[in-house]
């Protein structure tokens, strides 16, 4: 008789009915909850291709790092969209929201060295000072760029070393672009002797310029007189040429115009200074 009971009471009408409403309010909250998800990762889809998007359509920004500021957009969605759904089920999200809150801020101080680098990346892709392939000095660093990331710049040197920067490096100091002017000049010293002719030592500068195949006529060469010290006039020379070929006049040019000059039988002395220092 126990049995039959505790049947007549589990089939009990109102017993089913709170269990059928019940079942239902569960139902619903699933249903909506499901409806915020999907609703929500749409949303967040688009959202990320959007901004996506828009480092593709302009030439001039970063896509690296737009497709970074998507997956950004995309999770802070999502986030959103969880924090819904567990609200449908009753769960407090205030406490919820208040811990990715305070995780968030004990992240922060725990990787300030990392975001101040997040920082400086997105602020060299976004003003692009330099660009893969240019000859930077940076960081205390001088190479051809191979490589701009969220946090770090990649160059690789003359002696084909490879060197990794802190973009907060980088931007913290001076940036030289040597390869943003397609046309760069070429400076110079050389001394020439007061008994010497300056104004024939300039002509062989001038001469020795015009022989060069990478040094162009125009603008012309600037070959003169900048200072005058005890022993000899100090003559600047500033030759023009493509950033492509600058290290290779850089290095050829000075040797072939002292070789110039004391083949003409004019000195180049050393400055007072060093003599004494030898």
Do not use: C
Not at 33 to 43: D, E, H, K, P, T
Not at 225 to 245: C, I, K, N, Q, Y
Request: aromatic content about 10%; overall charge negative; glycine content about 8%.
């Amino acid at each position: 008789m126990d049995g039959v009971s505790e049947v007549t009471k589990f089939l009990n009408p109102e017993r089913l009915d709170e269990w059928m409403s019940t079942g239902l309010a569960m139902g619903m909250k699933v249903l909506i909850a499901l409806v915020i998800f999907i609703i929500g990762s749409w949303i967040a889809k688009r959202v990320a291709n959007f901004v996506r998007g828009m480092g593709k359509k302009n030439p001039q920004l970063d896509e690296t790092l737009f497709n970074f500021l998507g997956s950004i957009a995309r999770w802070l969605i999502m986030a959103f969209v969880f924090i819904a759904v567990l609200g449908q089920f009753g769960i407090e999200t205030t406490s919820i929201v208040a811990m990715l809150g305070a995780a968030g801020v004990a992240v922060g101080l725990a990787l300030q060295g990392s975001l101040s680098n997040l920082a400086a990346g997105v602020m060299l892709m976004v003003f692009r000072p330099y660009k893969v392939g240019d000859f930077v000095d940076g960081g205390g660093h001088f190479g051809n760029v191979e490589d701009i990331n969220i946090f770090t710049t990649v160059m690789q040197t003359f002696d084909n070393q490879q060197i990794i920067i802190p973009n907060s490096k980088i931007w913290g100091d001076n940036i030289i672009n040597h390869s943003h002017h397609p046309v760069r000049g070429v400076e110079m010293r050389f001394n020439v002797a007061y008994d010497d002719d300056i104004e024939k030592a300039k002509s062989i500068i001038h001469d020795v310029l015009s022989r060069h195949e990478h040094i162009k006529r125009d603008p012309a060469p600037f070959v003169e007189v900048e200072t005058l010290s005890e022993r000899s006039a100090e003559l600047v020379v500033r030759p023009f040429t493509d950033g492509a070929h600058y290290f290779d006049v850089r290095y050829t040019v000075p040797e072939a115009i002292l070789k110039a000059l004391g083949a003409a039988g004019m000195t180049t002395p050393y400055p007072v200074t060093r003599m004494l220092q030898k």
